[in-house]
């Protein structure tokens, strides 16, 4: 597992970067539950998060948006995920978010496109995503 901050002046940058799409879009996504309190969080729970868009760009800011309304809906704290399907012809994604049943203890407003990357080369993979905190 692999991600990075990047200081920017009001928002969060997260790089994820990994043997392949899937991979790297879970690494973004575990740097998110640090920035939201889920390195505290306890695994006891989980929902199941499904997705699709047009695009793999589309498809990394939908399933991170989904991620955290059902947070908040369900006043849920991610501490892990784990992406049990993957389909790169329909820009499809299933994951399952482990994490403890409390309110987050930061929010994140919104995942953006602005300045977001997925950059594919053989055998890698890097995300960059900037939020809106």
């Known amino acids: 597992m692999t991600y990075r901050f990047y200081e ?3 928002d969060l940058i997260i790089e994820g970067e990994n043997k392949d799409f899937p991979s790297a879009l879970a690494d973004v996504a575990s ?3 640090t920035q939201i309190g889920g390195d505290e969080a306890s695994d006891e ?6 997705v699709s868009s047009g695009s793999k760009e ?12 059902q ?10 995920i784990e992406i049990t399907s993957y ?8 994951a399952i978010v482990r994490g403890e ?4 203890e930061s929010i994140i407003k919104a995942v953006t496109y602005h300045e977001l990357e997925v950059e594919e080369k053989e055998g890698s993979c890097r995300i ?3 939020f809106d905190i």
Do not use: Q
């Open 101 to 104: 049943g409390k309110p987050a």
């Open 71 to 80: 947070c908040e809906i369900e006043n849920f704290t991610p501490k892990s």
């Open 31 to 33: 740097g998110m539950f």
């Open 128 to 130: 960059k995503v900037l």
């Open 58 to 69: 589309g498809l990394v800011v939908a399933l991170l948006t989904k991620i955290i309304a």
């Open 87 to 94: 389909d790169s012809r329909k820009f499809s994604i299933t």
């Open 8 to 10: 920017h002046t009001s």
């Open 45 to 50: 729970s989980s929902i199941k998060v499904e």
